[in-house]
């Protein structure tokens, strides 16, 4: 649907077709599955290694970085 504002044409919305909804579906839930199975998978790794409290992954590195809060920031 088109509306008309100062001249300018804007999209307020626009139907996805019925197949790319059910292939958007499709991809979301397997999208939702697979971050499901990477944070079991990822909290098993923080068990194995004993590690506690809050880490970050960087991805570009494979390395668990701890997480510095505020509050820590503030302490030293």
Known sequence: MKTKVEGKSELESIKVPDKASVKMQQLLSAKLATEAQFST???GCF???GLEGDW???TDTWTFNRKVHAEEVSDA
């Open 56 to 58: 970050d992954l960087d």
């Open 47 to 49: 068990d194995a290694l």
């Open 41 to 43: 998978y990822t909290q």
